[in-house]
C-alpha cells in the first residue's frame, strides 16, 4: 500500500455538504483560508447563502439540496460537475440525528437517518469518484460520530447509520490508498453545533421525554465547531484515516476497545453523568454534522 503525500488545498476544489452551520461552515472557511475554492451544499438556502458571504479570495459556489432524496442526488452531482470538472476533495459532513429506542422509532424513521447519513454520502462518493480518480492526491472526508464507536442505548438508527459510514469509510480507504486518493473517517463527540437547538420529538416518545433527552444531551456539547473544523482539515492535510474529536470521544472509544461488550457499563460507573447524558433519549434532531 502507497504512501500518500500530504494533501494540497491550493488550487482545489472541495465540496461540502452541512455547509451552513457547524462544522460545515468552519471547514468552509477553513478551506478558503488554505486556497481551495469551494462547492458548498445544504438544504437551508439563507444560512448557505449568508456562510458564502463571508468567504472571499477563492471561487464559492452553493447549492441547495436536501439529501434525504436520494433519487435527486444523480442530478445533484451533475450541477456539481458542470461547473467543477475537477473535484479534489468530497467532505460528506451533513447529518441527522434520531432518538429513542428501536420500538419507539418507526421504519420510515430509521430508512430517512439512513438515507441522510449513509445512502447519501455514499452515492455521492460514488458519482464524483472519477472526478476524484483523475486527480491523483484527491480526498475523502465522511464525518460519523462517537455513535459510530459505541453504541449507546437509545441511538439504535443514529449509530447503525454511523457505524455503517465508518466500515464503508475503512475499506474504500483501503481500496483507494494505490490509487492516489485518501479516506478520513471522523468521529466528532459533544461538538458544539445546532443539533439540540434543532431537535423534535420523535414520534414515538412523549414530549417529556424529549424535552429531557434534549436537555441531557446539549449538556455534552462543548466542543467549538471551529476548532473541530481544524482537526478535520489538520487530518487531512496528513491523510489520517481516522480523526477522533474531543475527549468525549477519545475516552469511550479506549473503553470500547477495551471492554467491547461491557463499555457502558463501565462508562456509567465512571462517569455517571456522561452515560446518561450520552443517550439524548428521544431526539431527532437535523444537523450540519454529527
Same mark, same amino acid.
Given at each position: #500500500?502507497?504512501?500518500?503525500?500530504?494533501?494540497?488545498?491550493?488550487?482545489?476544489?472541495?465540496?461540502?455538504?452541512?455547509?451552513?452551520?457547524? #462544522?460545515?461552515?468552519?471547514?468552509?472557511?477553513?478551506?478558503? !483560508?488554505?486556497?481551495? /475554492?469551494?462547492?458548498?451544499?445544504?438544504? *437551508?438556502?439563507?444560512?448557505?447563502?449568508?456562510?458564502?458571504? =463571508? @468567504?472571499?479570495?477563492?471561487?464559492?459556489?452553493?447549492?441547495?439540496?436536501?439529501?434525504? /432524496?436520494?433519487?435527486? %442526488?444523480?442530478?445533484?452531482?451533475?450541477?456539481?460537475?458542470?461547473?467543477? +470538472?475537477?473535484?479534489?476533495?468530497?467532505?460528506?459532513?451533513?447529518?441527522?440525528? %434520531?432518538?429513542?429506542?428501536?420500538?419507539?422509532?418507526?421504519? *420510515?424513521?430509521?430508512?430517512?437517518? #439512513?438515507?441522510?447519513?449513509?445512502?447519501?454520502?455514499?452515492?455521492?462518493?460514488?458519482?464524483?469518484?472519477?472526478?476524484?480518480?483523475?486527480? +491523483? $492526491?484527491?480526498?475523502?472526508?465522511?464525518?460519523?460520530? %462517537?455513535? $459510530?464507536? @459505541?453504541? +449507546? +442505548?437509545?441511538?439504535?438508527?443514529?449509530?447503525?447509520?454511523?457505524?455503517?459510514?465508518? $466500515?464503508?469509510?475503512?475499506?474504500?480507504?483501503?481500496?483507494?490508498?494505490?490509487?492516489?486518493?485518501?479516506?478520513?473517517?471522523?468521529?466528532?463527540?459533544?461538538?458544539?453545533?445546532? @443539533?439540540?437547538?434543532?431537535?423534535?420529538? &420523535?414520534?414515538?416518545?412523549?414530549?417529556?421525554?424529549?424535552?429531557?433527552?434534549?436537555?441531557?444531551?446539549? =449538556?455534552?456539547?462543548?466542543?467549538? &465547531?471551529? =476548532?473541530?473544523?481544524?482537526? @478535520?482539515?489538520?487530518?487531512?492535510?496528513? !491523510?489520517?484515516? !481516522?480523526?477522533?474529536?474531543?475527549?468525549?470521544?477519545?475516552?469511550?472509544?479506549? %473503553?470500547?476497545?477495551?471492554?467491547?461488550?461491557?463499555? #457502558?457499563?463501565?462508562?456509567?460507573?465512571?462517569?455517571?453523568?456522561?452515560?446518561?447524558?450520552?443517550?439524548?433519549?428521544?431526539?431527532?434532531?437535523?444537523?450540519?454534522?454529527?
Amino acid at each position: #500500500m502507497s504512501q500518500l503525500s500530504r494533501y494540497r488545498f491550493a488550487g482545489g476544489t472541495a465540496v461540502v455538504t452541512g455547509a451552513a452551520s457547524g #462544522m460545515g461552515e468552519h471547514m468552509a472557511y477553513g478551506l478558503a !483560508r488554505r486556497g481551495s /475554492d469551494l462547492v458548498l451544499i445544504d438544504r *437551508d438556502a439563507e444560512r448557505l447563502a449568508a456562510v458564502a458571504a =463571508k @468567504i472571499s479570495g477563492v471561487r464559492v459556489e452553493t447549492l441547495v439540496a436536501d439529501l434525504s /432524496d436520494i433519487a435527486g %442526488l444523480d442530478d445533484l452531482a451533475a450541477r456539481v460537475l458542470a461547473t467543477n +470538472p475537477r473535484v479534489t476533495l468530497l467532505v460528506n459532513n451533513a447529518g441527522v440525528a %434520531l432518538g429513542g429506542t428501536f420500538e419507539q422509532v418507526s421504519a *420510515d424513521e430509521f430508512d430517512w437517518v #439512513m438515507d441522510i447519513n449513509f445512502r447519501a454520502p455514499v452515492a455521492l462518493t460514488r458519482l464524483l469518484l472519477p472526478t476524484l480518480l483523475a486527480s +491523483p $492526491g484527491s480526498h475523502v472526508v465522511n464525518v460519523s460520530s %462517537l455513535f $459510530g464507536l @459505541i453504541g +449507546p +442505548p437509545g441511538q439504535t438508527a443514529y449509530s447503525a447509520s454511523k457505524f455503517a459510514l465508518r $466500515g464503508f469509510s475503512e475499506s474504500l480507504r483501503h481500496e483507494l490508498a494505490d490509487r492516489g486518493v485518501g479516506v478520513t473517517s471522523v468521529h466528532p463527540g459533544g461538538i458544539r453545533t445546532r @443539533i439540540a437547538e434543532t431537535a423534535r420529538v &420523535a414520534s414515538g416518545a412523549s414530549e417529556a421525554e424529549a424535552a429531557e433527552g434534549k436537555e441531557n444531551f446539549d =449538556k455534552l456539547l462543548t466542543y467549538p &465547531a471551529d =476548532k473541530a473544523a481544524e482537526r @478535520i482539515l489538520a487530518g487531512v492535510e496528513k !491523510r489520517k484515516g !481516522r480523526v477522533l474529536i474531543a475527549w468525549t470521544a477519545v475516552a469511550p472509544d479506549i %473503553l470500547a476497545r477495551l471492554f467491547p461488550t461491557s463499555y #457502558m457499563a463501565v462508562i456509567s460507573r465512571l462517569s455517571p453523568s456522561t452515560a446518561r447524558n450520552a443517550k439524548p433519549s428521544q431526539r431527532n434532531t437535523t444537523s450540519s454534522g454529527s
